[in-house]
C-alpha cells in the first residue's frame, strides 16, 4: 500500500484522541529513529522518514487535522481518478473545498478568483514627554507608506485596459504539483497569486495598484497614556495590492524620563530630601504637580528616611476614565555636610544634653549588641 494511503495516526503510533503535545513527542521520536542521515543508503527507512513527515505536517495543524479526521485522506486529493476526465467521485477539486465545507471560509479560493489580500499593517513609535502623557494631545507624523495608485485606482492596470483570468491556475492563485509522494501547493507562478492577468500594467504603478507616498497623518493623543500604550488608526497601514483594503497603522506610545517624576501606572512618585531639622520637627512642603497645582504635603515631626506620604489625586488621569491617582513622596532625610561655626556648637549643645530617649530605634540597636556581646 502507498505510503500516502497509510493512516496518519498509525504512521505516527498514537491514537485517534492523542493531543498535540503526544503527537509531536511521536514524531519526534520516530523522525530521529528514520531520518536518512542515520540510515545512510536505506531506502525503506527514507520512505518511512518522509511517510511520518507527511502525516506530521497535517495533525500538527488543527485545520488540516479536522479535515483528515473528517474525510480522511480525500481531503488532500486532487481529484480521485474515476476514468478519464469524468465526474469525481468523492473528491474535492481543490484543498479549498474541503475547507469551505467544514469551515464555512475560503481557504484556497474553491471556485473563484481568491480574494485580494489586505494591506500590511504599520507600526509607528512616538516619544513623548511625562506633561503630554498627563495633559493629552493632538500631534501630527509624517510617513511614508503604500497608497493606492491615483493613476489606475488601485486596480494595477492602466486606464481603459482591463484583467483575465489566468489560465494556469483558473483564477484559483495557487497551483498544486506531486512531487514523489507528496503534492505540494505553492503560489502560481503566472500571475503570482493573483488569479488574474493584468493584459496592461499601470505605467506610475507598474501593475502593483500601490505606490509609496509621504502622508501626514492627525493622531489624537488621549490624557493617561503610558509606554505601551497602542493607538490604533484603521485603514492608514499599507494599501492592499490591486485595490483591496489597506491594513491598519499602529501608533506605539512611549514616555521620556522625566526629571522629577517616576510613573507606576496611574501613580507618580518623587523622592524628596528634606533637611534634619525640618525631619525633626515637622513641617510644610508644596510641590507642583504636572497640573500647574500645588500639593501642600505635611511633614510629621520625626519622620524617617524612606516614608511615603501620599497625596489623592496628585498623579496621572486615568486613561479614558475618571479620576486621577495618587502622587507619592518618598523623604529622605539629608544630613548636613556643611556647617557653619555656630551651627556645630548648638548641635554640640544638643548631644550633650541627649538621653537616648530622643532616638529610641539607635538606642534599642545598642542595647541589643550589650546583650549579645556584653558591656
Known amino acids: 500500500m502507498p505510503a500516502t494511503k497509510l493512516d496518519y ?17 511521536s514524531y519526534r521520536k520516530l523522525a530521529m529513529k528514520f531520518h536518512p542521515d542515520r540510515n545512510p543508503g536505506d531506502a525503506e527507512s527514507e520512505a518511512r522518514f518522509k511517510a511520518i513527515s507527511q502525516a506530521y505536517d497535517c495533525l500538527k495543524d488543527p485545520q488540516k487535522k479536522a479535515a483528515y479526521d473528517r474525510y480522511g485522506h480525500d481531503a488532500f486529493e486532487q481529484g480521485m481518478s474515476g476514468g478519464g476526465g469524468g465526474a469525481q467521485q468523492g473528491g474535492f477539486s481543490d484543498l479549498g473545498d474541503i475547507f469551505e465545507t467544514i469551515f464555512g471560509g475560503g481557504f484556497g479560493g474553491g471556485g473563484g478568483q481568491r480574494q485580494p489580500r489586505r494591506g500590511a499593517d504599520l507600526r509607528y513609535d512616538m516619544e513623548i514627554s511625562l506633561e503630554e502623557a498627563f495633559h493629552g494631545k493632538d500631534a501630527q507624523i509624517e510617513i511614508e ?9 488601485g486596480s494595477g492596470a492602466e486606464p481603459g485596459t482591463g484583467t483575465r483570468t489566468c489560465n494556469l491556475c483558473n483564477g484559483h492563485g495557487k497551483v498544486r504539483a506531486q512531487q514523489g509522494l507528496f503534492v505540494v501547493e505553492r503560489a502560481c507562478p503566472t500571475c503570482h497569486g493573483r488569479g488574474e492577468i493584468i493584459e496592461t500594467p499601470c505605467s506610475s504603478c507598474r501593475g ?26 484603521s485603514g492608514k497601514g499599507e494599501a492592499g495590492p490591486n485595490g483591496a483594503a489597506a491594513g491598519d497603522l499602529y501608533i506605539f506610545i512611549h514616555i521620556k ?10 501613580t507618580l512618585i518623587t ?18 504637580d504636572l497640573d500647574g497645582e500645588t500639593n501642600s504635603v505635611d511633614i510629621p515631626a520625626g519622620i524617617q528616611s524612606g516614608k511615603q506620604l501620599r497625596v489623592r489625586g496628585g498623579g496621572m488621569p486615568v486613561l479614558q476614565g475618571r479620576g486621577r ?9 539629608e544630613t548636613p555636610t556643611k556647617l557653619s561655626k ?13 538621653t537616648g530617649e530622643e532616638c529610641p530605634e539607635s538606642r534599642g540597636f545598642f542595647d541589643k549588641l550589650k546583650d549579645v556581646f556584653g558591656g
Open 9 to 25: 495516526y498509525g504512521l505516527l503510533e498514537v491514537s485517534r484522541d492523542a493531543d498535540g503535545a503526544a503527537i509531536k513527542s
Open 145 to 153: 507608506v503604500s497608497q493606492s495608485c491615483g493613476t489606475c485606482t
Open 208 to 233: 502593483e495598484g500601490r505606490i509609496d507616498q509621504e502622508q501626514t497623518l492627525d493622531v489624537d493623543i488621549p490624557p493617561g497614556v503610558d509606554t505601551g500604550t497602542r493607538i490604533r488608526l
Open 257 to 266: 524620563q522625566h526629571q522629577v517624576f517616576e510613573r507606576e501606572g496611574t
Open 271 to 288: 523622592r524628596m530630601p528634606i533637611s534634619f531639622t525640618t525631619a525633626s520637627l515637622g513641617g510644610t512642603v508644596n510641590i507642583p
Open 325 to 333: 491617582g495618587d502622587l507619592v513622596v518618598e523623604i529622605a532625610v
Open 342 to 354: 555656630a551651627q556645630k556648637e548648638i548641635l554640640q549643645q544638643f548631644r550633650d544634653t541627649e
